[in-house]
C-alpha cells in the first residue's frame, strides 16, 4: 500500500509500513540514522507485537538508536515490553488530563521508560489566555476539543483562575506552575510544549526555575479536584 493511501486510510502500524516510513524520515531528514523512533497511536487492526517488531529490525539494521511508543494504553504497554525492551512513552499529561497516573505513569517508573509528556498546557488552555468569550477560528482544532465546550470549557476556566491565583503567590506564571507541575513527577523525562513566539519560549524554558515541592504538587493537584 502506498504512503498515500496509508495516510488518508488512517493509522497504520503493519511492519512493512513503519519500515516504509523510516526509510522515509531518514530521506527527509538527510540523516543515516534517528535517534528516537516513536510509534505515534495505535491501529486496532495490528496487534502490538507487529509494530515492536519492526522497530527491533529496524534497531539492528542501524537506521534508528532508540524506539518508543506514543498513545498507547497499559495493556498494549505490557505486551510491547514482553516482546522487546522500549525506552521511551510519549503520553498526553497535564492537570486536566490525568489519566495515566493510574496505571501507566507507575508501569513506566517501575521499567524505567520515560515518559515524554504532550500537551502539559491542555491545547494552551493552562496559559490563562482564554475566555468563555473565546471564539476558534475555521481550522483550529480546538473548536472541537471537549475541553473547550460547553460545562467543560467553563469547569476548565474556573480551575485556571485558581491556578492564576496559587502561581501569583510562588512569583511565577500559570503556563510555568502547569509546565512545573507535570516536570515534578519522577517518572517524566520532559514537557514537550508548542510556541509560535519568542516571548513563550522563554516563558517555558524559564519553567525550570520555578520546582514544585511534593506538597505543593499536592496542592495544586487538590485546587484542580475540587473544581471536578
Not at 523512533?37 to 495490528?46: A, G, L, R, S
Not at 496487534?47 to 537506521?63: D, N, R
Amino acid at each position: 500500500v502506498e504512503f498515500e493511501s496509508q495516510w488518508m486510510t488512517g493509522v497504520s502500524n503493519e511492519k512493512g509500513y513503519l519500515k516504509r516510513a523510516c526509510e522515509a524520515s531518514l530521506k527527509r531528514l538527510k540523516r543515516e540514522v534517528i535517534d528516537l523512533y516513536q510509534v505515534h497511536w495505535p491501529d486496532e487492526k495490528t496487534p502490538v507485537e507487529e509494530p515492536i517488531q519492526a522497530l527491533v529490525e529496524l534497531q539492528k539494521e542501524g537506521k534508528i538508536r532508540f524506539f518508543g511508543l506514543s498513545n498507547f494504553g497499559i495493556r498494549d504497554l505490557e505486551t510491547a515490553l514482553d516482546v522487546a525492551r522500549y525506552e521511551s512513552l510519549q503520553p498526553q499529561y497535564s492537570l486536566l488530563h490525568r489519566e495515566i497516573e493510574e496505571e501507566i505513569l507507575p508501569f513506566c517508573e517501575d521499567n524505567e521508560i520515560g515518559i515524554l509528556a504532550y500537551s502539559p498546557l491542555a491545547c494552551g488552555l493552562l496559559t490563562g489566555k482564554f475566555t468563555e468569550d473565546s471564539v476558534f477560528p475555521k481550522g483550529d482544532h480546538r473548536g472541537e476539543n471537549p475541553d473547550f465546550q460547553g460545562e467543560t470549557f467553563l469547569r476548565n476556566l474556573r480551575i485556571v483562575e485558581l491556578l492564576k491565583e496559587y502561581a501569583e503567590k510562588q512569583e511565577c506564571t500559570v503556563t510555568q506552575l502547569a509546565i512545573s507541575w507535570v516536570l515534578a513527577h519522577s517518572g517524566v523525562t520532559c514537557a514537550i510544549c508548542g510556541a509560535r513566539r519568542d516571548m513563550q519560549v522563554d516563558e517555558i524554558v524559564e519553567a525550570i526555575d520555578y520546582p514544585l515541592s511534593e506538597k505543593q504538587v499536592l496542592e495544586i493537584k487538590a485546587l484542580v479536584e475540587h473544581c471536578e
